[in-house]
């Protein structure tokens, strides 16, 4: 019996006997690995910065009292000041805020990046009960139009103190300004603008006039944050809640938390993909490894060494790569998260600079999430291994014994036809939840059912592929196709690694494309708008551009669409306040009553009045806390539309509910006057929407092709992150290629000594990689096309009504596929050329 030191020593010779295919494997985990430690690290690291800038940012807080609901106007200025006569309590300082944008000595809007650009109230060091800003340069506002900015938006707009410059408001419009200051500040995140008004000013600007979003309050010394916050309670209505301020931090913490949990699932979810995707790669490498070491593995158990020790020893092998993988992985992750961090500030997204954190629970994660997919993908390789007999394994040289494939691919079939009849189910059941799931459930059951059809399915379609594709080659086709399926199962996992990368591209193609095929005909058939008033990136239209846009000559009709956010019977709702003929700008199919959208009516849509069993004369009650009630009458049922919300109000309802401040409209449509010319209201839009800096004017195409443009972006994101899973796949093939050419050596070598050219012998191996590739790449596109099309129907309700399979799309797919076949095929075609005749017929 070998001792198991011995058999250690073995396996640390056979790794480096091997370094090019340690290498290509221990990248394969290496990708997978780097992909879960660079989440964490990424939102680890901003989480640690978040929590550090929300602590500054309400450092001094003991107490701070809010609304309970976002449709509450805030807290009444009276109570700010009965609050203050509360025993223990030390100091009272009004927080009201609004987005606003600033314009940069350029003239045009300053971008946050997402970061928030928001006004505020400045607040002198003797009054504020948090730390001041520290002045880079100036003083603090003292009069009107005075205001300070932070240091970062000072770069980005080029504004310096003494400089004049205007804000845009939603509700309020132009406001002229001067900078009198600039602060730093540790709470400014990334891209974020930050102005701050005088107390009075701000008040007048941010609130209307009776209210302010909260209340920060100081405690004296000796008096409890819980105890402080008990007395302020007995003096709060039932719509206003007291929270110490350990809990304000706390809810601040838990919402970054929960913000960046998507952030951290979506890219843990590609990190999975490249693991999955990585298993086939690293079993065809073992599998290489054990037939180059057939003899060796066979003498070894001829001269005494058991099959455990041989299984072990293949083990230990894949724990070394594991190992090594993962801690590779760790430090790429590391690089990941600093590229993503420097990819999105390149891009402006207002994300808060900090240091780097690695935590240990992501080493040790990344470590056994690299050792465990190793050894998993290596055991049935090693328990091959030890399972061959020695004499055998030691006569037979190389060759290996393809098995039967019948009970495979019988297994196969009925785990496709399950998966599939369960997807079909989800598609066409009424519930979009237990829908969507059951499709999900039905891709990973039918991916399992076509891997294990995929060498049976491998033999008929590379066959007919290699008909194809290999007959312009001749002889030298048809000796790339007869070795492409020589070996059906290493074929088939080489290929499918492939497959799942195309599989989910193309599935996300399909849903794209319909999405866009959908908002085009939403547009097309529904919207008769002759233009469409935006507010540029998120910023809400100014309400005076609008009343402006409206006077203009060849304007019929303007129709404003409102956010109201309110209640009903308690519950927090979302709905859409008209100003204007919606019907001449909007296509509305009724299925009961109708008619303007005026005075107290409600009009709500087919599915929330089923919901609510609401119908037509039914009386609504529209409340908001601590602020007014409307008691509305239902005038009509419609039909579902993705344009517009659950249920419409008149723009006097949206006024009663909504304090003055908070006015704004997301959204304007212009009707022309019969005749118009298109360009003449064009340019004569542009011109009175221009001076506030913040508005798009657009026609019905351009709409169009911006929420395209929007719908493009999100997927080059997801096809990027996927391309991870090709760039894996593409090892896998040269993985299989390079063991081919191992397995082959002795008939490359009588191939050779019988005429065969090298470039004829390059060109076999491109061919047989060109094959693989395309045969995963089909098994790919057949499975995301079909998924795709039952995601997309299953969506229907959504409104992703139009399905529009992108053909051309998946026919450029099958082209990289080609190019990537051929690509990998060039390491492993150029070894197979370099060899030598007579010392591979010797070998063999």
Known sequence: MFGGKAMRRVSRRSLVAHKVRLVLTVISVVLGTAFVAGSFVFTDTLKHTFNGIFSDADKGVDVRVDAKKDSNPGVPLTL??????????????????????????????????????????????????????????????????????????????KLGVGDHTKVVLPARGVIPVTITGIYHTKTETGGYVGVEFTKAQGLQLFTDGTHVDAVSIAGVGGVSEKALRDRVATLLPADLRAKTGDQVRKDDRDAVSQALSFVNIFLLAFGGIALIVGTFIIYNTFSMIIAQRVRELALLRAIGAGRKQVRSSVLFEATIIGLVGGALGVAGGVG??????????????????????????????????????????????????????????????????????????????????????????????????????????????????????????????????????????????????????????????????????????????????????????????????????????????????????????????????????????????DGTGVDGPLADVAKIEYRQGGGPITGTNLQVSQTKAKDKHWKLGDHVTLATPGGASVTTTITGIYKDDSLLSDWLVSGDTYRKLTPSSRYSDFVALVKAVPGTSPEALRAGLQKVTDPYYTVDVKNKEEFKGQQADQINGLLGLLYGLLGLAIVIAILGIINTLALSVVERRREIGMLRAVGLLRAQLRRTVYVESLLIAVFGAVLGLAIGLTFGALFTHRLKDQGLDVLQIPWGQAVLFLVIAAVVGVLAALWPAARAARTKPLEAIADG
Do not use: C
Request: aromatic share 2%; proline share 7%; charged share 15%.
């Open 80 to 157: 700010a000041e009965r609050i203050a006569t509360v025993p223990g309590v030390r100091a009272v300082q009004l927080e009201t805020s609004a987005p606003l944008v600033l314009i940069g000595t350029n003239g045009k809007r300053v971008s946050s990046g997402g970061a928030g650009s928001e006004g505020t109230i400045w607040n002198p060091p003797g009054e504020s009960i948090k730390t001041p800003p520290t002045f880079v340069s100036g003083r603090a506002p003292s009069g009107p139009g005075d205001v300070v900015i932070n240091e970062r938006a000072a770069e980005k707009s």
């Open 336 to 573: 990941l998260a600093v590229g993503l961090r420097s990819l999105l500030d390149a891009l402006n997204v207002g994300l808060p600079s900090g240091s780097l954190v690695v935590s240990g629970r992501t080493v040790i994660i990344a470590m056994l999430v690299g050792t465990i997919v190793t050894l998993l993908s290596a055991y049935s390789p090693a328990r091959r291994a030890s399972k061959t007999p020695p004499v055998a394994a030691m006569h037979e040289g190389l060759a290996a014994s393809p098995g039967s494939l019948r009970r495979r691919s019988v297994i196969g079939t009925v785990v496709t036809a399950l998966g599939l009849a369960g997807a079909i189910r989800g598609a066409t059941i009424d519930s979009n939840g237990s829908g969507a799931a059951l499709i999900g459930l039905g891709l990973l059951v039918t991916g399992a059912g076509v891997l294990l059809l995929a060498p049976l399915l491998s033999r008929y379609i590379i066959g007919g592929l290699g008909s194809v594709l290999a007959k312009p080659f001749g002889p030298v086709g048809r000796l790339a196709r007869t070795n492409s399926v020589r070996n059906p199962r290493r074929t088939a996992a080489t290929a499918f690694a492939l497959t799942v990368g195309l599989m989910l591209v193309s599935g996300i193609a399909v849903i794209g494309s319909s999405t866009k095929a959908s908002i085009n005909s939403l547009v097309d058939n529904n919207v008769r708008a002759d233009y469409i008033l935006q507010g540029t990136g998120e910023t809400p239209l100014p309400l005076p551009a609008i009343q402006a846009a409206a006077k203009v000559p060849g304007v019929q009709s303007m129709t404003e669409l409102h956010p109201v956010v309110t209640t009903i019977n308690g519950d927090d709702v």
